[in-house]
């Protein structure tokens, strides 16, 4: 056994040998990084495990929008017609959009997944991986066009928001001013965005019908612990049997599976507790399973039978239109989503620039600026395809930390995603209560920031504060960064009007002063003129 191990060491020493100085080995530079082909692809494969998770938990958030489905996808029987509140309830013809939709943007996340890993690679040569992002998808989805559909402008406009921010951002990497903009929010407001954010993510992961459903409606407060064995489907307040849920408890096993892969520093930590839970969903005739004996279930489940398939995209594709673009909520939209990219990508850059000691003394790091062109084309590209904007993602780092110091990394992880695209029956059956463990879990980890704010300092933990409890309570990002800024320009009024008041004393003094001197000046000359006429 030992001289097999010995042989194999050394039939991979001299694959590395041999890659490295190869075309592509000398383009990755990987001698040059200390790095080699299987450092590379252990890394790679370590940081699609850990991201893998975006394939299906993005889809199901954006597929809450109900995209391009409308009422008129609606089953209703003959003679009559579709009412507006179809989409609210269990309608197989809405549901049939539905499962499309979410097939559609299965593969339109995992495509530009793809292609924004590679570009990451080939251009910017950093081994960084890219995919939509979280909080975006998830502001797009709840606050531009609403639960299926009933929010403040359509999909299409929404996508057209996107590509517009897209651009915008690309334009702001070409000249420059991305530190400039960064700047511009107060630290504390930046810091607790990225919070905030995680508690909104954690909140949708703990609904119902979105996640475990630990969360319900009440008409007296409002929300209330759930997880009922039976729902209202229209309000979706407890019918009866209070944590009775089977699905719920299953996925508490999940999350418990997750928090201690990741007490252990299990790499792929989210993936192992959503396959549990999504493995046992998969067994028809029980409780918990997500193909239960009805037309939709058996429908899915035929579908899902196909394991392999390739899936056209088709609803979301250049989904986009400009008709109702000049409004306020389309602008407060775009400078919303640009300025949560700008600090996102700058934030996450450095932060795996400097454990992957690319950082020089200057501050700067190879592949930086082209990095930067890399995220704002793929949002661009994301947008075509119907996804919210593309971000790199901080599970990079776990990649960085198996040894990944190139774009080869960021390949690899692209060619992962492509593969996953032909996996859509699979993915797309994955259940919501699987899901929501990974969404708390992100909202664990995006907490992490609150320790860098000044706490001791009023005029820095108010806005932060006031900035993570909006969003979540009022079920929007945008409100949250609105109200931190808010506050911290009200706090910062008292300083600016006793600066204005003691200027205003000093320019007093000198106009007095002046006033003096050019009076004694007078009084000089006029005794000195008297002198003369005597």
């Keep these: 056994m030992q001289m097999g191990r010995k042989l194999c060491a050394n039939v991979q020493q001299s694959l590395d040998e041999a890659f490295s100085k190869s075309k592509v080995g000398k383009f990755f530079k990987l001698e040059s990084r200390k790095t080699s082909l299987t450092k590379e692809w252990r890394a790679a494969t370590t940081t699609f495990l850990t991201m893998a998770y975006i394939i299906t938990v993005n889809a199901t958030i954006l597929a809450d929008s109900g995209g391009m489905c409308s009422v008129s996808d609606c089953t209703v029987e003959s003679g009559q017609t579709a009412s507006p509140d179809c989409v609210m309830k269990p309608n197989v013809g809405y549901q049939k959009c539905l499962a499309k939709l979410k097939s559609d943007l299965i593969v339109a996340t995992a495509l530009s997944s793809m292609i924004g890993s590679f570009a990451m690679g080939l251009f910017a040569n950093l081994p960084l991986g890219l995919a939509p992002g979280m909080g975006p998808n998830a502001y797009l989805t709840y606050n531009l066009v609403g639960f299926h559909g009933t929010g403040s402008m359509s999909y299409k406009t929404a996508m057209a928001v996107v590509l517009v921010e897209g651009c915008a951002f690309l334009a702001i990497a070409v000249f420059g001013l991305r530190a400039k903009l960064a700047r511009l929010i107060p ?306 009024i008292y300083d600016y009007f006793v600066g204005w008041i003691k200027w205003m004393i000093e320019m007093k003094k000198m106009v007095v002063k002046e006033q003096n001197q050019v009076s004694a000046t007078a009084m000089a000359v006029g005794t000195e003129h008297n002198y003369e006429i005597i």
């Design 187 to 492: 630290k504390s407001v930046r810091l607790a965005c990225a919070a905030g954010i995680g508690l909104f993510i954690a909140f949708v992961g703990l609904r119902a019908h979105q996640g475990l459903g630990l969360i319900g409606p009440d008409t007296a407060t409002l929300v209330t612990v759930a997880a009922c064995k039976d729902s209202n489907p229209t309000t979706g307040e407890c019918i009866g049997g209070k944590m009775q849920s089977r699905t719920f408890w299953l996925g508490s096993v999940g999350f418990l599976i997750i928090c201690y892969s990741l007490m252990k520093n299990v790499k792929g930590s989210m993936i192992y507790g959503m396959l549990f839970v999504t493995l046992v969903s998969w067994i028809r005739g029980t409780s918990v399973t997500v193909f239960p004996y009805t037309p939709q279930g058996d429908s899915s489940f035929e579908y899902f039978k196909k394991v392999v398939d390739f899936h056209k995209i088709e609803s979301t594709l250049w989904a986009i239109s400009f008709t109702n673009f000049n409004t306020s909520e389309v602008w407060i939209a775009m400078v919303t989503l640009l300025y949560v990219d700008v600090l996102a990508t700058t934030g996450t850059l450095y932060t795996m620039a400097e454990v992957g000691e690319f950082v020089n003394e200057e501050g700067e790091f190879e592949g930086e600026y082209s990095a930067y062109m890399v995220d704002a084309g793929t949002t661009i590209l994301g947008s075509m395809l119907g996804v919210s904007p593309i971000a790199t993602y901080i599970e990079s780092v776990s990649g960085i930390r198996e040894g990944g110091r190139t774009g080869l990394t960021a390949v690899i992880v692209g060619i992962y995603f492509g593969l996953s695209i032909f996996f859509t029956p699979l993915l797309a059956n994955v259940p919501p209560w699987a899901i929501g463990p990974s969404l708390v879990i992100v909202g664990v980890l995006m907490m992490k920031v609150v320790k860098d704010i000044d706490w001791e300092n009023i005029k820095e933990a108010v806005p932060a504060f006031v900035t993570m409890l909006i969003m979540p309570l009022t079920y929007s990002i945008s409100n949250g960064i609105l109200g931190g800024i808010g506050m911290y320009v009200a706090l910062g």
